[in-house]
C-alpha cells in the first residue's frame, strides 16, 4: 500500500525525562521516527519535556515543543497546532500512556486527531492485563496462571490457591515499577500494596512465579497489510526472575534448537496478528529448560529498549520502518537501509555474537540493595559485537566504565567452598564474576549452573574465559596461546600481567605473528548481499573489510560517551552527535566509536563511520591503526572520551581543540591554583590531600564545613560535605575503596549562589551563550540542582565578574571548543569552584533555550575558524564603559525563562539515600520555558512529574539552621490548603510563626507517627531537609525511603521547596503557554 | 588436526578438522540459518555439495535425533566457524562432533566463513576440497614474509601452488544425478497420524483425509510429518517409478518433493512428471519438484549465482500480495522468461531478487513452489501451503 495521503502533519510525543526504564533508546528511536517522517515530506510537530535529547532539535522536527508531557498540555497542543496523526509508539511508555488518555477522554475524536501506526484498542489489548490475557487465551498462546487484582486480599486468596511464589505486576507502569516476586503472603502483602498503589489504574497482576525459565524475547514488525517479520530474538543469560533491562542478554539466542527458535517465532507472530499490530513489538517469552513448555510473558506494541538493542544488533532500524508503515507502507515498499538493494521486509541473519550487559548505578548508591529482581535498576546498558561469546562477554564488561575489565574484576578470592555455594544463589550484578570464581575455585559447571539456573552453555563460555585466564597464568606465552587469547578479546595489558610479561612484549610478539584486530561489517544478511554500510565490529586473526577510501577528506575520530550513568547522561550523546554532524558540515570524513545501543550516536547513518567497540586504550588504538585520522575530538564524550586523551596523544594522535595539558590544567590543584591566581581570581580555600590526616589537618585549617572529593571525576561521584572529623574519615574511606591515582580535594564550602556558564572559545575570543543560576545554594550537585537561565538574581557587577573571569579562564587554559565553569556568587563576590575544558551536561539546554549552534560554533573554533569570522557583530570593537552595551562576548539574554530540573529515579533503587548533596544523583533533566519565571518553574516542576495536590497533606522535617526560612514557605504551603504535620522542632517553630502545623512523633516514637502518615497514603509531600555532613539518625532516611516508595513526592533542599510553593501559586494547567522552541 | 579448504578459484583456508578424515572435493555453498544445523546436515538436497554455516557458532544444542531430515546427512562436507564442544539443551542426546564422525563427514573449523561466504558471494558458487594432506599444495617463495609460517590462515592463489592434478579433479566435478544416490529404494507407506500432542484429530480433519502419492527425490522428512499431521495417508515412491505405477493407486494427490542437484540432470524423471501433469490429479510440489514441473512443461531453469539458503527469504504470494518469510534451499531456479502463461504463471516471487518462487498451472490443480512449507529449519509462515493443497484435493474430488 503506498503512503496514505491523508496524513500531513503528525505530532510526535516524546518519552520526557530520563529515568531508569525509559532512557536514551527513546530519543533514538524518536529521532529516527522522525527523520523518517520529514523523508515522507510530513510536517513534524514534536513535543518532548527532556531538553538533552536530539529529537528536540529543530531541525529534527518543524515544529519543536518542549512541554511537560502532560494531558492539558498535548491538549492545548493539538488545539494549537491542529496536527491531523499522532505518532504514538515511540516515546515508550509516557507518550503511549498520554495518547492512551487522550483518546479515551475523546479529546482525538473530537479534535478529529488520529493515532497512526497502532489504534487505541490495540494498545488496550496489549496493555491491559485482562484483556491481554483473554485475547492470549483466545488464540491459545499460553499465559502463567494469573489474575488481576484491585485488592490486597484478592491477591492473598489467588496466590493461596496456585501457591508460592508469585510473580506481582502492577499495570501501566514502566521498567516493572513496584513490581516483585514474593515467596509468602509477608512479602506478598508489602509488594502488592505497593504495586497497587504505582499503577495507574490500581491494578497488578499476580501470577504463577516462572522464576528460573529461559527468558526469550523477539523483536516483531507487522505492517498494514498483515505481513509480519521477526527482527531479532534475544536470550537472557539471566533466566526469568531478573528483569530483562537488568539482564546479560546475547543476540541470538544461543541455546535454542530450531523447533524451540520457530516455535517462539511462530507464537510471537500469532500474537502481533491478533493484537492487529502496525508497526514494532516486543514479546517476551519464558521457556522451561526442561520441555517445549512456553508462557508469554509481555507484549509491548511499542518501540522499546529491546527493540533499540535489536536495531543495533541487527542494522536493521526498527523505528524508521515503523514510522513508515505508519504512514501507510508496507515492508515489501520500505529499503533496505543497509543493503540498499533490499527490501525491509526480510528477517536479518547473524553472522555475529552480541552480548549486551546492563550499566547499574550501585557506584552512585553505595547504600542501596545489588539485588537484581523483575523492578529495573539499570540506568544505561554496554552492547558488544564478536565472532564468539567469549569475545563479545569480555568487550562488553570492559565497555562497562565500572572498573572492571574482566571476570577477574570483582574479587571473590576470600570466600570458602561452602561460603561461596551460599553465595551463588544471589542474584545481582556481579552474579556473573561470582560464578566465574565459583568455577576457579573447582565447583563443577554442572552445580553452578543448578544453583544460579543460568543454561550451561553460558557456564561454559565462562568456563573458557577463567581456563584462559589459568593457561596465562601457568604456562610460558606461545602464539597458540596468544592467538587463542585474542580471539576472546584478552586486551594485551591483561595477558602481559597474567604472563608475567611487559605489555610491549606481548604487543611485538602479537604483532610479529601477525596478530592484528580486523574490523567486519554488521550487514544484516550475514554477508549473503554487499552492503555498503559501513558499521563495524573488531574480532582477531580475520579478514579486514574495512575499505580505506582514498576520498580527500580528512578522516575526524569521535569518540562517544559510553553507557548512560548518573553523571554521565545523554547530553553527551547530544554533544558526540552534534560534534559529528558539524565536522561533518566541516567537510571531514567523521569516525565515530561507541559502545551505547541507546543512543542517536550509534546509529548507523550519523557518522561517516561507526564502530561499535569498547571506549579502551587498546581498542582504539586498532581502530587509529587501520583509520589513521588527523586528529581526535574529545571533548564532546564526557569523562569518557576525556580519559583516552593521553593514549590517544601515545598513539600519535593529535588532540584538536583545547590540548591535553591545559585540560590536565584544570583538573590539577597545583597548575590550576597557579593559573588563577595569574587572572586574579579566587576559589574557595582548599588543599590536596591522600589521607584521612592530611584531610583533617586541612579542614582544621579551613574550618567546618568543607567538601571533599577526588579530581578526575565526574558528576561529584564521592563528593560530600563534612561537617566534623568523623564525616572525613568516613567518606575518604569510601573514596579511597577504588585504588586513587590522583588525589582528594579538601576545600571550604562556601554557601552561595551557583552559577554555571559554558562558553565557547577559539583560543583568543570567547562566547559566552548565557548565565545560568541554581535555584538551590551551592553544596548540590549542579546536575542535581534547578538552574534557570538567565540567572536572574545576582549583580551586574557580579555578571560583569563572571563574563571576564570566563573569559580570562578560557584564555589561560588556551581553550579551543568548549569550557564549562561553576562559580559561587556571595553578593558581588565570585569564586570559581570548577573548570571543564570540555563540554558539559547543560549545552544542550544552553543551545537550545537561547537558539545557538552551541556545539557547531566550538567544532568550527576546533577546526581552525575564529568566531571574529564567524559572528563579527558580536566581536565588533564596543565602549565597554557605555552601560548601554551588552557585556562583549555574552550573548544577549533572552526575553523569556528556561528552568531545567533534575529528575530521579529513586523510588526504582531499594535502600538508596535520596537527600541531595554534592554527588549526582538525579538521571534526567527536564524544562519549562516561559515568559514569566513563575510560569517556566510551574511547567518544570509539571514535567518532572511532581503533580500536586491530591490529599493537601504534607510533613515538614527540618535542620535546625534552616527552620528560620521554612517558616515562609510553610505559611505559603498553608494558605495554598495545605495541611501540614511536622516532627516536634519544625512545629515549634511554626506554631511560634501562627501556622497551625500538627505535631507528630518520629518514628521511634509511638503510633500514630510519621510512618504511618506516610503509609497512610494521604500524604502529598514530604519535606526533609536533613543536617549536613553523614546523617547519624536512620529517622531521615526511613523517612524518605517509605515516601519515595509509596510514590510520595520529597524535598530535601530548602530552595527546592520554596521553588515549588512558587510554582504551585502560580498553577495554571489550562492556559500554558506553549513555545515553539524551533523559532528561537 | 589441520584441515584444508582448497577453492576452485585457487585459495586455500587453514582450520582444525572435525568429523571424518577422509577427503571430499564437492561443489561449496553457504546458509545463513542461525538455528537448525541438523535439519541443514539432514537436508538430502544438501548431495553432493559441502555446506558453510554463515552464523558463528554451530552446536550449542547439541544432537536431537527427532530433529533429523532424513536417516543420514547426504551432504559431503561441513564448514563451521567454531563447532561447541559442548552441548546444552534438555532433548540433546550427543554432540555434533560426534555425529559428524559418525556419519563420516568431514568438517572444517575456525576458518573464516564470513569472509569465505563473500568469495561465494562474489564470484558465485565454486567447487572446493576438503583434505587434511598438505600435500597437495606449496606456498610460494614470500620475498615480503607476509606469510607468517605455520601462522597464516589464508592463502590467495598467488601466494599458493596447488597440485595440478588436484585442480583439475576439483574444476571437473559435478554434483552430477545426485537424486538417486538419495531417493528411497522402495515405496514405503505412512499411516495418517489418529493422534497428536494436542489430542486426537478432530472428525472434520478425518474425513478430509487424503491418500498422497510423494516422489521422493531426496524428500525431507517434515514433508512427510506435514501430509501425517493433515490426516493424511502418504505413499513415498522412489525417484525412478513409473508415473504409470502411482497413478493406478489412484491418489488424491501427488506430491513431487525437494531434492539435490540440477533439475536438467534429472532426465527420464522430467518425462514421468509430463504424465502426471497430463493425468490431471492435484500436484504440488516443493523446490527441486517445482523445477521438475516446470521442464516437463516446456519451461527452462538455470543455475543462480549463488542460490537462496536459508531461513529469511521474503516472498511474495502474487494472488493476495501477502509476503511471507520462507526457508529456502536451491541453486536452480526457474527461468521467468521462459514460462508460457498458457500453461503456468507466476504465484509467489523473491522480494529480494525478483526471481520466481512458485507457478500456478493454468487449468490444472497444479501449483508448485521454490521455497521449503515444510520449514526445518526455518520459519512455518507458509506451512498453509500444505491445507491449500488439501483444499485443492478437496475441491477436485467435489467436482
Known sequence: ?1080 | MKSYLILENGMIFKGEHYGSDKEVVSELVFNTSMTGYLEVLTDPSYAGQAVCMTYPLIGNYGICYEDEESVKPALDGFIAREISKTASNFRSEGLLTDYLLQHDIPAICGIDTRMLTRILRDSGTMNCMMTTDDSVFKIVEDPDQNIIKDEWDHLSPDNVIIDDNVMKKIKEYTTGNVVDRVTCDHVITYNPVLSSSEGDIKEDQKKCAKKIALMDFGSKKNIIRSLLSYCCEVMVYPARTKAEDILKENPDGIMLSNGPGDPKACGSIIDEIKKIYDSDIPVFAICLGHQLMALATGATTKKMKYGHRGGNHPVKDLRTGRVYISSQNHGYMVDMDSLDEKIAVPAFINVNDNTNEGLEYTGKKIFTVQFHPEACPGPHDSEFLFKRFLEMMEEDKNA
Open chain 1, 1 to 1080: 500500500m503506498p503512503k496514505n495521503k491523508s496524513i500531513k502533519k503528525v505530532l510526535v510525543i516524546g518519552s520526557g525525562p530520563i529515568i531508569i526504564g525509559q532512557a536514551a533508546e527513546f530519543d533514538y528511536a524518536g529521532t529516527q521516527a522522525c527523520r523518517s517522517l520529514k523523508e515522507e515530506g510530513m510536517e513534524v510537530v514534536l513535543i518532548n519535556s527532556n531538553p538533552a535529547t536530539i529529537m528536540t532539535d529543530k531541525n529534527i522536527a518543524d515544529k519543536v515543543y518542549i512541554e511537560p508531557l502532560t494531558v492539558k498540555a498535548v491538549e492545548q497542543l493539538i488545539k494549537k497546532e491542529k496536527p491531523d496523526s499522532i505518532l504514538p509508539t515511540l516515546g515508550g511508555q509516557a507518550g503511549l500512556n498520554l495518547a492512551m488518555e487522550l483518546e479515551e477522554r475523546g479529546f482525538l475524536k473530537e479534535n478529529g486527531v488520529k493515532l497512526i501506526g497502532t489504534t487505541a484498542l490495540t494498545i488496550k489489548k496489549a496493555e491491559d492485563r485482562q484483556e491481554f490475557k483473554d485475547t492470549m487465551e483466545k488464540i491459545g498462546e499460553p499465559v502463567a496462571a494469573s489474575t488481576v487484582v484491585k485488592t490486597v486480599e484478592e491477591g492473598i486468596a489467588f496466590s493461596g490457591k496456585i501457591g508460592y511464589p508469585v510473580v506481582l505486576r502492577p499495570a501501566y507502569t514502566l521498567g516493572g515499577s513496584g513490581g516483585g516476586i514474593a515467596y509468602n503472603e509477608e512479602q506478598l502483602i508489602s509488594i502488592l500494596e505497593n504495586g497497587l498503589r504505582l499503577s495507574r489504574v490500581g491494578e497488578v497482576l499476580v501470577e504463577r512465579c516462572i522464576a528460573g525459565w529461559k527468558e526469550i524475547e523477539y523483536e516483531v514488525m507487522r505492517d498494514n497489510a498483515g505481513n509480519c517479520i521477526t527482527v531479532c530474538n534475544m536470550e537472557n543469560i539471566d533466566p526469568v526472575g531478573v528483569h530483562t533491562g537488568d539482564s546479560i542478554v546475547v543476540a541470538p539466542s544461543q541455546t535454542l534448537g530450531d523447533k524451540e527458535y520457530q516455535m517462539l517465532r511462530s507464537s510471537a507472530l500469532n500474537i502481533i496478528t491478533e493484537l492487529g499490530i502496525t508497526g514494532g513489538c516486543n514479546v517476551q517469552y519464558a521457556l522451561n529448560p526442561d520441555s517445549f513448555e512456553y508462557c508469554v510473558i509481555e507484549v509491548n506494541p511499542r518501540v522499546s529498549r529491546s527493540s533499540a538493542l535489536a536495531s543495533k544488533a541487527t542494522g536493521y532500524p526498527i523505528a524508521k520502518v515503523a514510522a513508515k508503515i505508519a504512514l501507510g507502507y508496507n515492508l515489501d515498499e520500505i529499503k533496505n537501509a543497509i543493503t540498499g538493494k533490499t527490501y525491509a521486509c526480510f528477517e536479518p541473519m547473524l553472522d555475529y555474537v552480541v552480548v549486551k550487559i546492563p550499566r547499574l548505578p550501585f557506584d552512585k548508591f553505595i547504600s542501596a540493595r545489588r539485588t537484581l529482581t523483575t523492578q529495573m535498576k539499570a540506568t544505561g546498558e554496554v552492547m558488544s559485537i564478536c565472532n564468539n561469546f567469549e569475545g563479545a562477554l569480555m568487550k562488553a564488561i570492559r565497555s562497562l566504565e565500572q572498573h572492571v575489565d574482566s571476570l577477574m574484576s570483582y574479587d571473590f578470592s576470600e570466600l570458602s567452598r561452602k561460603e561461596m555455594l551460599a553465595e551463588l544463589e544471589t542474584v545481582d550484578d556481579m552474579r556473573i564474576w561470582r560464578a566465574a570464581q565459583a568455577l576457579r575455585m573447582g565447583i563443577t559447571r554442572d552445580e553452578v549452573q543448578k544453583i544460579t539456573r543460568i543454561d550451561r552453555w553460558f557456564i561454559d563460555k565462562l568456563y573458557n574465559i577463567t581456563e584462559m585466564e589459568y593457561r596465562l597464568k601457568t604456562a610460558e606465552l606461545d602464539i597458540p596461546m596468544l592467538r587463542e587469547a585474542k580471539r576472546i578479546e584478552f586486551p594485551d595489558y591483561m595477558i602481559a600481567s597474567l604472563n608475567g610479561k611487559t605489555l610491549q612484549y606481548v604487543k611485538d610478539m602479537r604483532l610479529s605473528a601477525g596478530i592484528t584486530a580486523s574490523y567486519k561489517i554488521v550487514d544484516t544478511c550475514a554477508a549473503e548481499f554487499e552492503a555498503e554500510t559501513p558499521y563495524y565490529y573488531s574480532v582477531y586473526g580475520d579478514e579486514n573489510e574495512v575499505i580505506t577510501t582514498d576520498s580527500d577528506k580528512k578522516k575526524i575520530l569521535v569518540l562517544g560517551s559510553g553507557p548512560i550513568r548518573i553523571g554521565q547522561g545523554i547530553e553527551f550523546d547530544f554533544c558526540s552527535v552534534h560534534c559529528t554532524w558539524a565536522l561533518k558540515n566541516e567537510g571531514y570524513e567523521t569516525i565515530i566509536i561507541n559502545n551505547n545501543p541507546e543512543t542517536v550516536s550509534t546509529d548507523f547513518d550519523i557518522a561517516d563511520r561507526l564502530y561499535f567497540e569498547p571506549l579502551t586504550p587498546e581498542d582504539v588504538e586498532n581502530i587509529v591503526n587501520i583509520e589513521h585520522p588527523v586528529g581526535a575530538v574529545v571533548q564532546f564524550g564526557g569523562q569518557t572520551a576525556i580519559k583516552l586523551t593521553r593514549s590517544l596523544i601515545d598513539m600519535g594522535v593529535p588532540i584538536l581543540g583545547t590540548s591535553a595539558e591545559n585540560v590536565d590544567a584544570a583538573e590539577d590543584r597545583e597548575l590550576f591554583d597557579g593559573i588563577l591566581e595569574k587572572c586574579g581570581i579566587q576559589r574557595p580555600k582548599g588543599h590536596t590531600v591522600f589521607t584521612v590526616e592530611e584531610a583533617i589537618d586541612a579542614a582544621h585549617e579551613l574550618g567546618y564545613p568543607v567538601l571533599v572529593r577526588p579530581s578526575y571525576v565526574l558528576g561529584g561521584q564521592g563528593m560530600q560535605i563534612a561537617v566534623n572529623d568523623e564525616d572525613i574519615e568516613q567518606y575518604i574511606g569510601i573514596i579511597n575503596r577504588i585504588v586513587q591515582e590522583h588525589p582528594i580535594l579538601v576545600d571550604k564550602y562556601l554557601e552561595g549562589k551557583e552559577i554555571e556558564v559554558d562558553a565557547v572559545c577559539d583560543g583568543e575570543d570567547v562566547l559566552i551563550p548565557g548565565i545560568m543560576e541554581h535555584i538551590e545554594r551551592a553544596g548540590i550537585h549542579s546536575g542535581d540542582s534547578i538552574s534557570v537561565y538567565p540567572a536572574r538574581t545576582i549583580s551586574d557587577t557580579a555578571r560583569k565578574k563572571l563574563a571576564d573571569y570566563t573569559k580570562k579562564l578560557a584564555a589561560a587554559l588556551h581553550v579551543v571548543g568548549m569550557i564549562n565553569i561553576q562559580f559561587i556568587v556571595c553578593d558581588d563576590d565570585v569564586y570559581v569552584i570548577e573548570v571543564n575544558p570540555r563540554s558539559s551536561r547543560t549545552v544542550p539546554y544552553i543551545s537550545k533555550v537561547t537558539g545557538l549552534p552551541v556545539i557547531p560554533l566550538a567544532v568550527k573554533c576546533i577546526t581552525g575558524h575564529k568566531l571574529k569570522d564567524i559572528m563579527p557583530e558580536m566581536f565588533a570593537e564596543k565602549d565597554n564603559n557605555d552601560p548601554e552595551n551588552d557585556i562583549p562576548g555574552l550573548w544577549p539574554e533572552r526575553d523569556y525563562f528556561a528552568i531545567k530540573i533534575p529528575v530521579f529515579s529513586f523510588e526504582k533503587i531499594r535502600g538508596a539515600d535520596i537527600s541531595l548533596g554534592p554527588e549526582m544523583k538525579s538521571t534526567g533533566e527536564c524544562l519549562g520555558i516561559s515568559k514569566s519565571f513563575n510560569e517556566a518553574l510551574y511547567k518544570a516542576f509539571l514535567g518532572a512529574g511532581i503533580n500536586l495536590p491530591k490529599h493537601k497533606n504534607m510533613i515538614m522535617t527540618v535542620r535546625d539552621e534552616e527552620k528560620e526560612e521554612a517558616v515562609d514557605i510553610a505559611r505559603r504551603f498553608e494558605k495554598l490548603g495545605y495541611k501540614i504535620y511536622a516532627t516536634l522542632g519544625t512545629a515549634k517553630v511554626l506554631n511560634a510563626a501562627g501556622i497551625n502545623a500538627v505535631r507528630t512523633n518520629k518514628i521511634e516514637q509511638d503510633s500514630p507517627n510519621l510512618m504511618d502518615l506516610i503509609l497512610g497514603h494521604k500524604i502529598d509531600l514530604v519535606i526533609d531537609i536533613p543536617p549536613q555532613g553523614a546523617e547519624h539518625s536512620r529517622d531521615g532516611f526511613l523517612i524518605r525511603r517509605n515516601a519515595i516508595e509509596t510514590g510520595v513526592n520529597v524535598i530535601t533542599a530548602i530552595d527546592t521547596a520554596r521553588a515549588l510553593v512558587t510554582s504551585l501559586e502560580n498553577r495554571n494547567d489550562d492556559k500554558l503557554s506553549l513555545i515553539n522552541i524551533a523559532k528561537l
